[in-house]
């Protein structure tokens, strides 16, 4: 138990029970106790025994829930904000990755701190929970209508247009941007241009609307234009003068690059082509008529220059503060052209990026509650449940069900950037253990797990989407596995870690900010980025060996307990989202101070009950 969490708790225990607490009376007033308070020589009425009582009581029941995977209390703010969240994707509306999580659950959090919360996204889809506000605003002669649902307390708005339903009606989270990987919609730098402006005015026209007065958080390069179009549109007219801007990252491999000529398309003065300006070494933009084939990949070789847009280059020009989604990815793509994929040299001319370790939705990722687990469990009944679960996972998958035999889960998409290719070359030297591999992707990959699965029974692949699937891994391993090349912060280890499985992870971006050696789990090292490296599968082979040899011993144990006993939650990382945009918007004083109280779940001293 940390001292801050039993503080609050012994706080609202306190006020609790002062207000339950009996008044004891005679007809003469209350009655005078011969107890004596601690170190004091003055008699407790009878009223303060029974409230001191009662605290004891309430604070034991508070902290025993607490160390049982409750909060604390939270902590409202004192200065609630207007904070506009405007990404392209909202979990659970819309979602390709983890840029959809944050969006759905960090908003909430802040929300629950005393903030007024507002998230815009497209509409993709006839979300049978959100209504027509009826409100029409003109964005470059498109009419454009805004839907509305108040969900935890945060107002979600989603922008309405054909661009948007059209295209991918029926078919959310599987085709936001392109049919698929590699071939984005030709038009999306004006269905994107269009979504930011539309934002923007939102904030104006829609009854429940801040106004001009709040701080925008844009995501990615689909929002990139919201900072850019604040400060070179509306800010020389006299418009949002007081607003802010924070930019925030997921993955800057995803950086919104089109040729000059979308320009005209996006209805921008000239004065913005100076921050959107890019030269690089790629003679293609990977888009409908140019597509990435499955095989094919970027040539590392400069073959250029090539001017292009860069949309995600604007946003970190021209935003208030930029942000990314942990501390080491935040000083990878600072460090150089390979991790910052070129904008390195941007970020760095910017001020830096800071990171915040993301939260994860201990609602749906819960094995207290999982619908999809046998026996549900906690941190004080993990090992009888993650036993069940296991032999329910062994079944399922086709696995010899065998307690003693160690399992390794991998959850993911089947392509190079989650390192699959490394896993996939390492398997045959893994041995005495099994493996369960999830996940779709690039088709030579999936016809490669499907193939080797045929081929070895103690290694099962399901080449498909499914939620269950997901949840039963999660539960039922006592592994999982997370090989990247990058990982800006990753959400599968801290699923896993929520369940008392262990993680074994690359060490690269945020799996280094959650994942403690020996404590809460293993690391492999960091890999080559851009081809397969030999020696990177042999590091996999050899740290599955290594967390093996561990399995079933006591120090195992540990680890399980160690990663079940942590709040992944997002209550802390929205604690240092307040202190900074409270710094951007404000230049709060105390946000340095609120900012260092927030640490990484590898910084933190997990107690356990």
């Known amino acids: 138990m940390l001292a801050a969490q039993q503080k609050a708790a012994q706080k609202a225990a306190m006020a609790s029970a002062m207000q339950a607490a009996p008044r004891v009376a005679t007809g003469r007033g209350f009655v005078a106790s011969r107890t004596m308070s601690m170190g004091s020589a003055r008699p407790m009425g009878a009223t303060a025994v029974v409230q001191r009582a009662a605290v004891r009581r309430a604070t034991r029941v508070l902290v025993s829930a607490i160390a049982n995977g409750a909060t604390a209390p939270v902590e409202k703010t004192a200065n609630p904000m207007n904070i506009v969240f405007v990404s392209a994707e909202v979990a659970p509306w819309s979602k390709t990755g983890g840029l959809g999580d944050v969006v759905g659950g960090l908003p909430i959090e802040l929300a629950k701190r005393g903030h007024k919360v507002i998230t815009i996204a497209p509409r993709y889809d006839q979300y049978s929970d959100c209504w027509d506000t009826s409100v029409v605003v003109n964005v470059d002669g498109e009419s454009v209508r805004f839907f509305h649902a108040i969900k935890s307390g945060v107002h979600r708005v989603f922008i309405d247009h054909p661009w948007f339903l059209a295209k991918v009606w029926g078919k959310t989270g599987s085709k936001l941007y392109g049919n698929r ?19 923007i005015e939102s904030v104006r026209a829609l009854p429940f609307g801040p106004g001009e007065d709040c701080v925008f958080v844009a995501n990615d390069w689909h929002s990139a234009l919201i900072p850019l179009i604040i400060k070179d549109v509306y800010q020389p007219r006299g418009q949002f003068k007081n607003a802010k801007v924070a930019y925030c990252i997921h993955n800057i491999a995803f950086q919104g690059r089109f040729w000059p000529e979308s320009f005209k398309d996006m209805a921008l003065p000239e004065s913005t082509l100076s921050k959107l300006g890019f030269i690089d070494g790629y003679s293609k933009v990977f888009d409908e008529k140019n597509p990435l084939d499955d ?16 949309w995600m280059k604007a946003g970190i020009l021209a935003a208030d503060k930029v942000l990314t989604v942990s501390p080491n990815y935040a000083a990878e ?46 941190r004080t009944s993990v090992f009888e449940g993650k036993a069940a679960a296991k032999a329910a996972l062994q079944a399922e998958a086709g696995l010899p069900v065998d307690p003693s035999a160690p399992v390794f889960g991998y959850i993911g998409r089947l392509e190079e950037q989650k390192g699959v290719d490394i896993l996939l070359a390492a398997l045959p030297k893994i041995k005495n253990a099994q493996v369960v591999i999830l996940g779709t992707g690039k088709a030579k990959y999936e016809q490669l797990v499907k193939s080797m699965s045929s081929k070895n029974p103690n290694f099962k692949g399901v080449v498909k989407f499914s939620a269950p699937m997901a949840h039963q891994i999660t539960a039922g391993a006592d592994f999982i ?5 990058f990982e800006p912060c990753g959400l599968i280890q801290l699923h896993a870690m929520q369940y008392g499985t262990v993680p074994v992870v690359a060490s690269t971006g945020g799996l280094v900010d959650t994942v403690k050696e020996g404590v809460t ?3 492999m090292g960091a890999f080559d980025p851009d081809r397969l490296n030999p020696a990177d599968a042999d590091a996999v082979a050899a740290t599955v060996s290594r967390a093996a040899q561990v399995f079933q011993t006591p120090k195992f144990r540990e680890m399980v307990k160690n990663c079940i006993s942590q709040d992944l939650s997002w209550a802390a990382p929205a604690k240092k989202w307040e202190a900074i945009l409270e710094e951007v918007s404000r230049g709060c004083t105390a946000a340095p101070a609120k900012k260092a109280s927030v640490p990484t779940p590898v910084q933190k001293q997990i107690v356990r009950s």
């Open 295 to 310: 095989d094919e990949k970027p040539s590392d070789s400069w073959s250029g220059p090539f001017n292009k847009l860069n």
């Open 333 to 378: 793509i600072g460090s150089g052209p390979d991790k910052g994929v070129e904008l390195d040299s941007i970020i760095r001319m910017a001020g830096g990026a800071e990171g915040i370790v993301n939260g994860m939705d201990v609602t749906e990722w819960n094995p207290k509650t999982d619908k999809y687990v046998p026996v549900k469990y906690d």
């Open 181 to 199: 990987s590699g071939s984005d919609f030709i038009d999306n730098h004006k269905r994107f241009s269009m979504f930011c402006k539309a934002a």
């Open 481 to 485: 596995l997370v090989p990247s090349r």
């Open 521 to 523: 789990g293993f690391h």
